[in-house]
C-alpha cells in the first residue's frame, strides 16, 4: 500500500510517499513558492534528486506537478496506486481529539480553527482542498499535531484565567508538535521494552517543546494556548512574564501586534544573542566567547531542566529523558548543559556517547535513560493514515 504524507504551508507542500507498512520511502519532495513565477519543485527517488524552477500559480498546480512529476519518473505507473493521503494539521482546538477523514465539514472545521493558528491551518485547508481536487478518489487524512496532547487532564490544560475565557473562547493549552512527541515516546517505549512508562520527550528544534508522557499518554507539554509558551525557542521568548507586553507596549510606542511580532520572531536564541537564530550559528560564535551566546544557550537549557524537574514531580519519578529534532538530535553541547542540571534526579551522561548522538548518552549508572532518537512526523503521518485506508 502507498501512502503519502503531507506537510503545507501558504506558499510550500512537502512530502513523502511510504510502501506501507514497510515504511519504505519511495520519494519524496517539495513545491516551494507557491504563487511566485520562479517557484521550485523538488522530486527525490532512487536517488535522484530532480528540480525545477517555474511559474507555480497555487497549490492545485503544486499537486498536480506533484503527480505529473511521480508518473514520469516512474516511480507510480498512475495516481490510482496511492492508497491515501495523510495531512499534517497544526491545529485541531477542542473539536479533534482523534484523527479524522478530510471531509467537507473537518475542512470547515480546520478553516473556523485558524483564528487559533493563522499561519497554519488556512494554507493546510487550502492545500487538502487541492489535493482533493487532483486526487478525489482516495482518503484524505486530518492528522492532527494537538490531538496527542488531548490527553492532558484538566489541572494540566486549563489556565486560572477567567473560566468563561475557556468557555467562550477556547482560552486553554493545546501543545503542539504532537507527532514527533507521539513518534519520539513511541521508540523509547520500544528500547525500555515496555509502555508501561514515565518518559520526557524534549523537542528541539527552531521551535522547541517539552513532553510528559506516561504510559504513552501525554500528560503535560510546555507549548499552550499557541508555540509561543514553554522554553525559549530559536527566535520564540517562551514564558515570560505577561506584565512585560503592556509595560513594554507603551515604553517603544508599539501596537500588541507588534509586541507578538516581537516576541515570535525576535527574541530567543536571537533576540538574547543579537547575532542569531541558529543553533550552530549560535555554538559558533559560544566558542568564540560571545557572553550573550553563552547566555541564550544557558536561558535554555535552565529552562529545559525546570521543565523536567516539573514534569518528574508530576509524573512521580522518570524513566527515560529523550532530546529529539534539529538541536535535541544533534548538539552534545546542549544536551550537556540540560544534563549537567539534573543530578538531582540521578542523570548521569557519558560524554563520549553524548559528543557520538548516539542512541543512548546516559552511563549505566544513570537513575535515567537518556536517549537521542531522531524523529519523523511524516512516518506517524502514514501510520496513522493506513488505519484510515484499511
Ligand atoms: P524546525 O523543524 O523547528 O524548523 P529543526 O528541528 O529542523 O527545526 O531544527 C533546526 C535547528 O537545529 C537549527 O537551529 C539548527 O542550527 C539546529 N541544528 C541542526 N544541526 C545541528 C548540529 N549539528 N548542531 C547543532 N545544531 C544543529
Redesign the pocket.
Known sequence: MKIMSVNSGSSSIKFKLFEMPSEKVISSGQVEKIGFDDATFTLNFNSNNNQKVLPIKDHVFGVKLIIEGLIEHQVLKSMDEIDGVGHRIVHGGEIFKKHELATEKVVEQIIELSDMAPLHNMAHAISIKAFKEVMPNVPHVAVFDTTFHQTMSEDAYMYATPYEWYEKYGIRKYGFHGTSHKYVSEVTNQLLKTSETKIIVC??????SITAVKDGKCVETSMGFTPLEGIP??TRTGSIDPAILSYMEKKLNISSEKMYDILNTKSG?LGVSGIT???????KSIRAGNKRSILAFDLQAKRIADYIGSYFVYMGGLDAITF???????????RKLVCDRLTALGVEVDEKLNQE?ALLISTPNSKVKVFTIK?NEEVLIARETVAFVK
Not at 203 to 208: L, S, T
Open positions: 523537542h528541539i528544534g527552531n521551535g522547541a525557542m530559536g536564541y537564530s541558529d543553533a550552530r550559528d549560535l555554538e529529539t529534532a534539529g538541536i535535541g538530535e544533534n548538539s552534545p553541547k546542549l548522538n524523529t
